[in-house]
């Protein structure tokens, strides 16, 4: 039996919804498709304005612009995240800062974070790992104590909270991907949630998103025709794409619930080699409500993960550690930084092991995963 790292779910809706926008005639940005998924966005994750983007890289290079950062200013944020959290604030000049995560969430350390403000620092980009958020209370609190922004890395966080509240509208800004891998896909696409009804900073978000210009006021009807005003790109995606997405969020709890019932089905499963302190099971901290996007367990070294790794992949299972380090890779090294500047990253990027999870896993698919995966870590 072969097992993928991860598969698309697909409902019944999104050859349906891409018909019906091919028939309608405008395929490219903010036409009907677009328009009902900002309106779902803004609804369910009570997100005070939401903007379809083409990838939640742009979603955070755009947050980047609205925050104003550039030259000589620092951006805190893990080296355990994707390089787009960090190329975002390089485009703009600014410098960015990797601190450590946490060993029990991989989320950000609050502590290290303290540690690390300088008075060039201007903002926090806060990067929820595997759907579960970071400690949001502590990062706001020392973000108002400093007056810093706040970026929300919320990529792998669509539908997940912190204490009641949908991740990606506690900061300033808030950055979704709809990328193939993430739980609500289509293909590639993003979003930018702006927290506060400010007026201008959302004109210049619509300007800038539209390759500096009016486009959307024109296309409200509140101008009568489109200018160039200002820098920008293009970044808003083809209805076709808002069509297969909007398919995606309708049902968007039934695959969260499939996620949710492999996720406790593993955690099950390898809790007992926990307790035989051969691995380390994730967690889910109480005041965090997952979208379960990631099940991953940690090995204590890289020869005993790689080990599990191979054996796994020899076996038809794709399992698959994640992030290298941002601070330890070639681009990281050219900033000045070591590999031992941050140690617990290190040991954890070394140590992770991601299991297959996607909604539509049959039975047959899981339980071969737990069982190949027992097989070869009782053998260790």
Not at 182 to 211: D, F, M, P, V, W
Not at 278 to 299: A, D, Q, R
Not at 349 to 363: D, F, S, V, W
Request: charged fraction near 20%; charge should be negative.
């Amino acid at each position: 039996m072969n097992i993928p790292s991860y598969k698309p779910y697909v409902s019944e809706k999104e050859k349906t919804y891409v018909i019906d926008a091919l028939e309608r005639g405008q395929i490219s940005g903010d036409g009907f498709y677009t328009e009902r998924v900002v309106a779902f966005i803004e609804k369910s994750f009570k997100a005070s304005k939401a903007l379809m983007m083409t990838s939640g890289t742009h979603a955070l290079e755009l947050a980047v612009i609205l925050a104003d950062l550039g030259p000589d200013d620092e951006v805190i944020m893990p080296s355990f995240t994707f390089s787009s959290t960090a190329n975002a604030v390089l485009l703009r000049g600014a410098k960015p800062v990797f601190i450590e995560v946490k060993a029990d969430t991989l989320n950000i350390d609050p502590v290290d974070l303290e540690r690390k403000i300088t008075a060039k620092t201007k903002a926090i980009i806060p990067v929820h790992y595997a759907g579960v958020a970071c400690d949001m209370d502590r990062l706001m609190t020392i973000a108002a104590n400093h007056h810093l922004q706040v970026i929300e890395d919320a990529a792998q966080g669509v539908n997940a909270k912190y204490r009641g509240q949908y991740l990606g509208t506690i900061g300033d800004f808030g950055c979704y991907s709809f990328h193939g891998t993430k739980n609500y896909t289509c293909g590639e696409g993003g979003a930018l949630l702006i927290h506060e009804k400010n007026t201008q900073i959302i004109e210049k978000a619509e300007i800038s998103r539209q390759k500096g210009t009016n486009r959307s006021q024109f296309l409200r009807g509140d101008v009568h025709n489109y200018n160039w005003l200002d820098q920008g790109s293009s970044y808003s995606p083809s209805d076709l794409l808002m069509a297969v997405l909007l398919a995606q969020l309708e049902v968007m709890q039934e695959i969260t619930e499939q996620r949710k019932a492999i996720y406790t089905l593993y955690r099950n499963a390898f809790e007992p080699y926990e307790k035989q302190g051969i691995l380390k099971v994730m967690e889910i901290p109480p005041e965090c409500e997952s979208n379960y996007h990631i099940f991953w367990v940690m090995f204590d070294r890289q020869v005993i993960r790689d080990f599990v790794l191979a054996e796994l992949k020899s076996r038809g299972v794709a399992a698959s550690f994640h992030f290298l380090p941002l601070h330890s890779s070639p681009m990281g090294r050219k900033m000045g930084y070591q590999p031992s500047d941050l140690p617990v990253t290190e040991k954890s990027a070394q140590g992770l092991l991601r299991l297959p999870l996607y909604a539509g896993m049959t039975e047959g698919e899981y339980h071969y995963v737990i069982k190949t995966t027992e097989a070869v870590i009782g053998g260790l």
